[in-house]
């Protein structure tokens, strides 16, 4: 039996909770806000999905009612606030610190056990913030942004190719931020070729611009951020964890000398399976791109010293 709790049931959580369900991840979800009615409510209307989809998954409810997340294997937190236009996700740290804290300490009395996938922004800053105050082994903490930006990196390097993006590979690693994203360009492959015989260096500049801000233009769309794409990315961690798939995904993750840093939480490839981080894997990074790396956890290391921890 397992099961998975969303917290916070908006736009992402419920996205997640309904990828979740649609694959059948996991036998029970449950979705968790302060609002009141309204994860009853998107649980119900996702429930009376299962026959339309055809799945079997139990989708729950709860107006923060965290007895009903008691024995959850994975703690999905999307609880807090997003960006409007204009804004940067670091601008939310202020009221998203306070929600995370008090969300993660109720959730984990319920389910001391459990892997939590941080989501709420600034990702990296929040994900430090669990680790540095939950106190759980660091391979319990994943911070989600890598999975979603390599997804939106794939998906404009196959507009920029003209081709089927599930032929692409790439990765994105770095802070989840408009200027600390680092799209890897150079490892990024399309039928196992790289792409660089294919694009030229203006273009792979552009694709990688267009990733880094990739949060940013759908902000500007849609008046808030995005969720399609969140709220899969984030189904896609939850399900690595949940069927020990030993998939190698960028997440932001607790590093001790990795990538030449200490005392942070960055995106960098992980593998990830039924402990939550197996291992962080090393890339062999060039000096531009350790230059880059260097500048990115700066950058979000002056994001965390914003923390009251
Ligand atoms: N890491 C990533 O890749 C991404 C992160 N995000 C972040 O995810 C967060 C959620 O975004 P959306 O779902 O679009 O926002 P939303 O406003 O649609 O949903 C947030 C939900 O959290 C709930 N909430 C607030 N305080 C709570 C508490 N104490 N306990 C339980 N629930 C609580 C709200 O009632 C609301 O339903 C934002 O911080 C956003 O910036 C969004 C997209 C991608
Ligand atoms: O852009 C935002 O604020 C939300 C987010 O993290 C993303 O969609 O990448």
Known sequence: MSKVTVVGAGNVGATCANVLAFNEVADEVVMLDVKEGVSEGKAMDMMQTAQLLGFDTKVVGCTNDYAKTANSDVIVITSGIPRKPGMTREELVGVNAGIVKTVAENALKHSPKAILVIISNPMDTMTYLALKELGLPKNRIIGMGGALDSSRFKYFLSQALGCNANEVEGLVIGGHGDTTMIPLTRFATYKGLPVTNFLSEEKLAEVAKSTMVGGATLT??????????????????????????????????????????????????????RNGIEKIVELPLNDTEKEAFKASAAAVRKVNAGLKL
């Open 220 to 273: 500007g769309l849609l008046g808030t951020s995005a969720w399609y794409a969140p709220g899969a990315a984030g189904a896609f961690v939850v399900e690595s964890i949940i069927h020990n798939q030993g998939k190698m995904v960028p997440c932001s993750v607790y590093l001790e000398g990795e990538y030449g840093e200490k005392d942070i939480c960055c995106g960098v490839p992980v593998i990830l399976g």
